[in-house]
């Protein structure tokens, strides 16, 4: 089954597309692409990335993205459909510390912010990044200036830290031991702390040991300071959750046909359906297809073998019989990569095929290896054609 | 080990980095295996979790516990040599340490149930690093009667994003405790991987985006080699030849190919059509040869590193034991191992 870019992009309903995948498989690149080519229908789209290589930053043509949306310059030429193009790249410790703003007094904020132990957590705790990326998707969608917005997410080493990293944190700040650990700095700490066990006291004391007094003072403080919040960073997590889950937005998963790309997909694609997220299909990017394909690796091999080794039979046709071996070097080496290509290209049908066996009602679109590195927009329009090129006319193994 | 020479005599911990999606685990597999050839021992050690070295090489899951995954092959004049692996985790080294330190042997179990080694972790993320590459720098150290039990260790390290943070194990945990068995062992650690004793090798593709992270990564880690941390060698993965002289790439790469002598060779062939057939080849050699000119301009910019680089060729068909061999002998012949 095809999978209908244009549909997808053109239909008013859908507000929010979310490319996944594992990292390395074109995400940005795929992310810009489908942008770009919706606000150019009409949409007035918003693309998100979270990458801090800044990739969107370097395939839109631009020098730098901070944490709100802009124009992207030479985007939407033809203005009759009324379109329009937003970008922003992620700046994770900035999103945190204005949720922190919004929900709390000056004072307090303040010295949230100053907080050692918050300034690790809001810049390198292992999901923050996708919590925060939930949470500006949150707030993109509130705002309600675009009709469509693109993320990308993280490059996570697991597509499924998209899904999974949010809540870990909401549990982790709503956690159990968080507040034990800190009970003593509360009112009221000391008469719960009565109730726990020694055990948990031979715990608490191992805990000091391995990373310290200051580091744990550093907790109390933040959580004593954080508390009022607490709650509501679980509530904020599940919000989006089911903002994911809602009409409206469409998961895309992207692969390239590599084993490991694939596989990454197929989990992805099972969590989705067992988390009743809405998918709309896959995105095979870097697919070898060849405009010979009539003519075989075996048989493009076996052609470039004979003229490699000619003897005298085959000569040139205005050269008597002068001919010598590998008379026809340029050909010999097309019809070598030619059969190079054929072969790669018949193992990532195969790869496909796996992955389409499993999951035969998912559609499926391919987007063609680029002999060079998409930087500029006429680069994404490209493969933004490939992306909505109408149905493949070409291989028996579409069936 | 083998007398001859390589470009990182001395070095016994590799450690190996990349962009994802480069084939680094491919390629630290690879380079164990070069490094085990001629009689050597040599441990894989994977840092992410994620159970690709037990793929690659076709084997069980890997359990945090040193086994042989392989052999590597016996050349005419020396022996093979053993290739084992660990799948490294931060939990499990943690409660290894505390058995070591405090003699909890059981405290670990209660530990993890009640989600303490989570919670630590996560509230001190330089203490996952420290337990990661602690375990590669006891395995390093680690001796029997005199004797090194490894000739070299390699780590399967994290992405090239996050590798200047993980190796900066002193910086990092500076704020933990400062006394006790954490602290002790980050030092320990600090000075292996401090030392002439241990490399950082980059693997990347020649595309822009690879390269760029390359260059970053190697930016950054310049920032920390004051301290003594040494830029190893890049490993340029899935390299293939470009198979044309270069005026014919470049004609190609401009669609300016003598189609003529093309329809002619496929006729000389013996191939049908041979027209048809010639316009589409040679719009695969076109893409064929603008992409061999784009990768010929990111090996330019890899050259100008002053880093020594290291070819290894694209593997066509699926990546198993064979094709390691290919690239441990592709590294070992261009002094890698």
């Not at chain 1, 801090?52 to 992207?72: E, I």
């Not at chain 1, 030619?338 to 193992?347: P, V, W």
Request: aromatic share 4%; glycine share 10%.
């Amino acid at each position: 089954m095809r999978l209908e870019v244009d549909r997808l992009l053109d239909d008013p309903r859908t507000r929010i597309i979310v490319c996944c995948g594992s990292g390395g498989v074109g995400k940005t690149t795929t992310a810009a692409a489908l942008g770009l080519r919706a606000a150019e229908r009409g949409r007035h789209v918003v693309v998100l990335t979270v990458d801090p290589a800044r990739r969107l930053a370097q395939s839109m043509g631009l020098t730098s993205l901070d944490n709100t949306p802009r124009p992207v310059p030479g985007a939407v030429r033809d203005p009759r459909p009324g379109g329009s193009l937003h970008a922003m790249m992620l700046d994770m410790k900035r999103t945190f510390d204005e949720i922190v703003e919004a929900h709390s007094d000056p004072d307090r904020a303040a010295q949230i912010l100053a907080n050692p132990f918050y300034q690790s957590l809001s810049s390198s705790f292992a999901g923050t990044q996708e919590y925060m990326a939930m949470e500006k998707l949150g707030q993109l969608r509130k705002s309600d200036e675009w009709d469509l917005i693109v993320v990308d997410t993280p490059p996570s080493r697991s597509a499924l830290d998209f899904l999974d990293a949010p809540q870990r944190l909401g549990r982790f700040l709503d956690g159990r031991l968080i507040r034990l650990l800190s009970a003593p700095t509360r009112v009221g700490g000391r008469a719960y702390l009565k109730v726990v066990t020694a055990g948990f006291g031979m715990v608490t004391g191992i805990i000091t040991k391995v990373i310290g007094t200051q580091v744990l003072r550093d907790v109390q403080t933040f959580v004593a300071a954080f508390d009022t919040m607490f709650g509501g960073f679980r509530q904020r997590a599940d919000d989006t959750y089911r903002l994911l889950q809602a009409p409206g937005t469409a998961f895309l998963v992207i692969a390239t046909p590599e084993p490991d790309a694939l596989r990454e997909a197929s989990y992805f694609v099972e969590r989705l359906s067992q988390d009743r997220m809405p998918l709309a299909g896959l995105i095979v990017n870097r697919v070898h297809r060849s405009p010979a394909a009539r003519l075989s690796a075996a048989r493009s091999l076996a052609a470039a073998e004979t003229l490699e080794s000619a003897p005298a039979a085959l000569i040139r046709p205005n050269e008597g019989s002068a001919a010598s071996p590998g008379r026809y070097p340029l050909a010999a080496t097309a019809l070598r990569l030619h059969a190079e290509r054929m072969q790669l290209g018949e193992r990532e049908r195969r790869l496909e095929e796996h992955f389409t066996g499993a999951h035969p009602v998912i559609p499926v679109v391919e987007v063609p290896a680029q002999p060079e590195d998409v930087h500029d927009l006429d680069g994404l329009r490209a493969i933004g054609a490939e992306l909505a090129r109408a149905a493949d006319p070409a291989p028996a193994a579409a069936d | 080990m083998s007398a001859r020479d390589t470009d990182w005599e001395g070095v016994r911990l590799h450690v190996v980095t990349g962009k994802g999606g480069t084939g680094k685990t491919t390629v630290a597999g690879a380079l164990a295996i070069a490094l085990a050839s001629g009689g050597g021992k040599v441990l894989l050690i994977e840092m992410e979790g994620r159970q690709g070295i037990a793929r690659l090489f076709d084997c069980p899951p890997l359990p945090y516990q040193e086994r042989r995954i392989a052999v590597a092959p016996a050349t005419a004049t020396l022996p093979g040599g053993d290739v084992y692996a660990l799948a490294a985790d931060a939990e499990t080294a943690l409660i290894e340490y505390l058995e070591m330190f405090y003699n909890l042997r059981h405290a670990g179990t209660a530990l993890t149930r009640l989600g303490v080694v989570d919670f630590a972790t996560t509230i001190a993320p330089g203490l996952r690093d420290v337990l990661l590459t602690g375990k590669a720098a006891e395995a390093t150290r680690r001796r029997y009667k005199g004797h090194p039990v490894y000739d070299a260790v390699v780590m399967d390290a994290p992405p090239t994003g996050r590798i200047g943070k993980f190796l900066n194990v002193a910086t990092e945990v500076s704020g933990l405790a400062k006394m006790g068995p954490i602290h002790a062992h980050a030092e320990t650690v600090d000075s292996v991987i401090r030392s002439p004793q241990t490399a950082v090798h980059f693997v990347t593709l020649l595309e822009e985006m690879p390269v760029q992270e390359t260059l970053d990564g190697l930016a950054e880690l310049r920032g920390l080699a004051q301290g003594g941390l040494q830029l190893g060698g890049i490993m340029i993965n899935m390299v293939r030849p470009a198979g044309l002289p270069d005026d014919e790439l470049n004609a190609a790469a401009r669609g300016r190919l003598d189609r003529h002598d093309l329809d002619l060779g496929l006729k000389a062939a013996g191939l049908e059509d041979s027209l048809g057939l010639a316009t589409s080849l040679a719009a695969e050699l076109g893409d064929h040869a603008r992409e061999a000119l784009a990768q010929r301009a990111q090996r330019h910019r890899l050259d100008e590193t002053g880093q020594p680089c290291y070819e290894l060729p694209l593997i066509n068909d699926q990546m198993d034991l064979g094709g390691l061999y290919q690239l441990a002998a592709a590294l070992r012949d261009q002094g890698a191992a």
